[in-house]
């Protein structure tokens, strides 16, 4: 079975910084989904971003962008220009495109922000 | 926007009771699934449903049942609640296959 793997569970950025959170996981398919979903204080899990695995450009949605390795099996999340908004916890997670109800998700890292 | 929307955010239950957690989507969509959220363990798939009446097993069925009499609404049914379901439960929904999963608020379930 997939793997996600979340190697940081506490982050800490200073405001306007940037941070990057990491994520490996283990698969031997080669079309599959990655998202990060962000999951404020006693608030609703909202997508942040995705990537389709077939694209080799890497997803952006204005300041949170992502570094895709496919070989190395990586998907990290850059926050850029860090806001006290951004603080929540960031859930990596992994979709089979082939099993596509089969979603897998890391333990998940807990950005700080401070001011 | 799609909304998923859950019956409550916290819940508190005695051992041995009979609970249920209700979602409902409103985009028509197909699939939808029940998870638990535990420190440390992220989201693990209880079960989830692919269409009215249809259900399949997640990673942790044990303990929990489901209900989809209509397409709207997932029902999470917990048939003698034990301490050890303490915890929160996101519901999900997403439409095709490579469309995005949309999750609910989460329920926040105490069992006493």
């Known amino acids: 079975a997939q793997t996600v793997t979340q190697s940081q569970p506490e982050m800490s950025v200073q405001e306007a910084e940037t941070v990057t959170l990491s994520c490996t996981y283990d698969t031997s398919e080669s079309d599959y989904y990655l998202f990060w979903y962000k999951q404020p204080p006693s608030r609703q899990m909202i997508l942040v971003i995705r990537?389709?695995?077939?694209?080799?450009q890497n997803a952006t949605e204005n300041r949170f962008s992502v570094n895709f390795q496919k070989a190395a099996k990586s998907f990290s999340l850059k926050i850029s220009d860090s806001q006290l908004g951004d603080a929540a916890m960031y859930f990596c997670a992994y979709r089979s495109a082939a099993n596509n109800n089969d979603m897998r998700f890391g333990a998940g890292t807990r950005l700080t922000v401070k001011p | 926007d799609v909304k998923v929307t859950q019956s409550s955010r916290y819940l508190v239950k005695r051992t041995g009771e009979k609970v249920f957690l209700e979602c409902v989507q409103d985009m028509d969509h197909e699939n939808m699934f029940w998870y638990r959220q535990d420190p440390g363990l992220g989201l693990r798939l209880i079960y989830f449903?692919?269409?009215?009446?249809?259900?399949e097993k997640g990673d942790i069925p044990e303990g929990y049942s489901v209900s989809r009499e209509k397409k709207e609404r997932f029902s999470l049914i917990l048939e003698s609640a034990s301490t050890n379901q303490t915890s929160m439960y996101l519901c999900?929904?997403?439409?095709?296959?490579?469309?995005?999963?949309?999750f609910g608020p989460g329920t926040r379930l105490l069992v006493l």
């Open positions: 990537q389709e695995a077939y694209k080799q």
């Open positions: 999900a929904s997403r439409g095709g296959r490579a469309e995005t999963q949309y």
């Open positions: 449903s692919y269409d009215v009446k249809m259900k």
